[in-house]
C-alpha cells in the first residue's frame, strides 16, 4: 500500500534551491539481513544518522529490480523493488521515517537504458513486427556487416550490439547488457512518465536522472566526428578510453531532449513540491547543457555536471573558472556540486594523493563545497574523510573496472561499504563473513564510532559547518563574487538580500596571510575554523579558512 506523506503545512516549491542531498548508494550503506550486501531496511536504520549530519534530503542509487550487471542501473522492472533490497513495503516504511525525521526522498531514474532482461526488450527483440518493436534503438548492418556507424559505448568498444533474432544492431552507450530505449517513440515517453507518476505517488520527493543528456540520439545515425587530442578530457571517461577520441554530437546531447524534459516537468508539476536533478555526462559542452536543461523554469530544477568530479586539481583559479563558466552558461540556471559520488574516485585521494594531513585537507575541502552557489551532493562517506579503496583484481565487481584494468581500476574503490563501528564485524555494516567489496582496514578505523564526538574529526566538522550553513541563507541562495585569486588563497563573497558574506580559503600545507576588502567585516564563529585576524589582515593556517560578515 502506498505512503504519501501527510503535510499540514503549504509545501515549500523551493526546497531544492540550496538543499544539501546525501547520496546513498544501497548496497553499501546498511545490510540488515546479514547477506553482505546493503538493502533498504538498513537504510531505514541509519537515517538517523543523516539527518543528525543535518542534510536535507537524501538521494538514493538504484534499488529496483535488476541483473546487477551494472549493479542497478540496468533495470528489469522500473516499478519494483530488487529481492535483494527489499519490499515495496520496505520502501513505503523508508520514506515514513525519513518525513519523520525531516528529510526529503529523491531517487534514481535511469531511463536512458534498461536492462536486456527488461520484458520491454524481451519483446522488442523477439521480432522486427511487435508492438515494442520501436521501443529500442536498432538499425540495419552496413552492406560490409559492419555497425551502422562509428558511436563508441563508455564501457568500451562499439555502441552496437548484433542480434541474430532481428538481424540487426541494437544500440547500447553502456554495457552490452543496456540497450538505449528509443525516446523518439511517443509510447515510450508515455510509459516514462507513467512509472514516473508511479513512485510520486508513493511518495518521493523527486528524482536524480542519470546520464539526462543520453535520452535522445541522431534519428539519421551520423558519424561522430574526430576530436583532436588537445581537447581530450578524461572527465566523464578515463583517459585511456577511446571515447574521449569523438566529439559526442550525435550519440547524445541532442535538442529533441529538451521538448520531453518540458513534459517531464508537467508531470512533477502535478504534485506538490518536486524537484529533480539531472546529472549531466559530457565532458566537452557539460555546462552549456547545464544551462539549456535548467532554463526556463519548465525543464530541470536543477543539474550537474563533472567539472568538480574530474580528476583536474581543485585550485582556487580552477574554482572561480568553473563557477563563472556556469553563470555564463546558465545566467537563470542552477547548479548542483558535488566534488564525489559511486562513479569517480574520492576525491580526498583524487585531489590530495601528496597531502600529509588528509583531515584538516577534508575539512577545508567539505567548507568549500558547502560555501558554492548551487545545491550539494554529498556522497555517503565522504563525511568521514574516506580515502578511495584499493581493490585487488580478485575482488573487483565493476565492469568498468575490469575491462580497463589496471590503467583504471574503475569504480569499486569508491562503493567499499559504509562503517559505522570500529569495533564490529565488518565495521558494523553487515554481520556476514564477507561482504559484497571488501572492507579496508584504513576505513574501519574512520568509523562514525570513532569520529563521533570528536571536535577535531571530519565527521563532527561536517555537522558543524553544515550548522552553521543553515543559520546564513547567503550560502544556500545567494550570488557568489570572487575576488581575486592569489596563489593559494580562494576568495569570494556570497550575498543575499542585505546579508553579505566574506569566504576565503587557504588551499595549501603553508600557512598565508591575506587582506581583507574593504568595508567593515564582522568575524563569525561556530564554523570549525580557526584564524588571526588583526585589523585589516588576516593569517590563515594551513588547509584553513575564515568567514566573516559585511558589517
Known sequence: MAILAENNAAPDKDWWRGAVIYQIYPRSFQDSNGDGIGDLKGITARLSHVAALGADAIWISPFFPSPMKDFGYDVSDYCGVDPMSGTLSDFDGLIAEAHRLGLKVMIDLVISHSSDQHPWFIESRSSRFNPKADWYVWADAKPDGTPPNNWLSIFGGSAWHWDPTRMQYYMHNFLMSQPDLNLHNPEVQDALLDMTRFWLRRGVDGFRLDTINFYFHDKELRDNPSLEPSRRNAATAPAVNPYNFQEHIYDKNRPENLEFLKRFRAVLEEFPAIAAVGEVGDSQRGL???????????????????????????????????????????????????????????????????????????????????????????????????????????????????????????????????????????????????????????????????QYGDPASVLEQYRRFLAFRKLHPAFAKGDILFLPQDGSLLAYKRQHGNEVLLCMFNVSAAPIAAELPIGEWEVLTGHGFESGWEGNRVELPAWGAFFARHA
Open 288 to 450: 552549456e547543457i547545464v544551462g539549456e536543461y535548467t532554463s526556463g523554469n519548465d525543464k530541470m530544477q536543477m543539474c550537474y555536471a563533472f567539472e568538480f568530479l574530474a580528476p583536474d586539481p581543485l585550485t582556487p583559479e580552477r574554482v572561480a573558472t568553473v563557477q563563472n563558466a556556469f553563470s555564463g552558461a546558465a545566467p537563470d540556471g542552477w547548479a548542483c556540486w558535488a566534488f564525489s559520488n559511486h562513479d569517480v574516485v574520492r576525491h580526498v585521494s583524487r585531489w590530495g594523493a601528496e597531502v600529509l594531513d588528509r583531515d584538516a585537507y577534508a575539512r577545508m575541502l567539505s567548507a568549500i563545497l558547502l560555501t558554492q552557489r548551487g545545491s550539494v551532493c554529498i556522497y555517503q562517506g565522504e563525511e568521514l574523510g574516506l580515502t578511495e579503496a584499493d581493490i585487488a583484481y580478485a575482488d573487483l565487481q565493476d565492469p568498468y573496472g575490469i575491462q580497463f584494468w589496471p590503467e583504471f581500476k574503475g569504480r569499486d574503490g569508491c562503493r567499499t561499504p559504509m562503517v559505522w563501528d570500529a569495533q564490529a564485524l565488518q565495521a558494523g555494516f553487515s554481520t556476514a563473513e564477507r561482504t559484497w567489496l571488501p572492507i579496508p582496514v584504513e576505513h574501519q578505523m574512520r568509523a562514525v564510532s570513532s
